[in-house]
T-cell receptor, first 110, second 114 residues
Framework: RKEVEQDPGPFNVPEGATVAFNCTYS??????FFWYRQDCRKEPKLLMS???SGNEDGRFTAQLNRASQYISLLIRDSKLSDSATYLC???????????FGKGTKLSVIP | DTEVTQTPKHLVMGMTNKKSLKCEQH?????MYWYKQKAKKPPELMFV???????INESVPSRFSPECPNSSLLNLHLHALQPEDSALYLC?????????????FGPGTRLTVL
């Protein structure tokens, strides 16, 4: 089983749509969880950390379910500028080791 | 300010060349990282420095040689690379390298080996 699994997409959605990404992780000892976004040929940029209580930042909501080892990201009212690859990231076995999912590509269409 | 800078932005080198990639952060972070990213793949960890000491080497070939001159700077020395080493090389930093630390990435150096 892969350590962090994501649906690779692509997700093609119209502007204004709501889109949800899911991610599962295999290491039950993982401590921290993140969503990064990466634009084509650019570096990953932190979108948000993910907490068990859930967290929201504007149009973005992230949820963590430790029991199911599942992380989600919800984007409401999609904008063209949301088009990017979204990386689910989990800290791995060692304290420095981030484990990246392969990313989910989102294209928001006018 | 969560800025990590990297130079150069692009680098083309031959297999016999020696070059260096540079990374700098002024956030007071004590952990710094080198990653390699190939097209359509996630970043792969290469090296971790914590408090200026090499903590992790992910079995990287010796043609890649990291150096941490001080807590703000991280270099990656390149020698006798192969065409398959062409990739985006990303530097990142985090506060102290703990399990809950957020890593902040630089813009990367796009390396082409001819």
């Amino acid at each position: 089983r892969k350590e962090v699994e994501q649906d690779p997409g692509p997700f093609n959605v119209p502007e204004g749509a709501t889109v949800a990404f899911n991610c599962t992780y295999s290491n039950s000892a993982s401590q921290s969880f993140f969503w990064y976004r990466q634009d084509c040929r650019k570096e990953p940029k932190l979108l948000m950390s993910v907490y068990s209580s859930g967290n929201e930042d504007g149009r973005f909501t992230a949820q963590l379910n430790r029991a199911s080892q599942y992380i989600s990201l919800l984007i409401r009212d999609s904008k063209l500028s949301d088009s990017a690859t979204y990386l689910c990231v989990v800290n791995g076995a060692g304290s420095y080791q981030l484990t990246f999912g392969k990313g989910t590509k989102l294209s928001v269409i006018p | 300010d969560t800025e990590v800078t990297q130079t150069p932005k692009h680098l083309v080198m031959g297999m016999t060349n020696k070059k260096s990639l540079k990374c700098e952060q002024h956030m007071g972070h004590r952990a710094m990282y080198w990653y390699k990213q190939k097209a359509k793949k996630p970043p792969e960890l290469m090296f971790v420095y914590s408090y200026e000491k090499l903590s992790i080497n992910e079995s990287v070939p010796s043609r890649f040689s990291p150096e941490c001159p001080n807590s703000s700077l991280l270099n990656l020395h390149l020698h006798a690379l192969q065409p398959e080493d062409s990739a985006l090389y990303l530097c990142a930093s985090s506060q102290a390298g703990g399990g809950t630390d957020t890593q902040y990435f630089g813009p990367g150096t796009r390396l082409t080996v001819l």
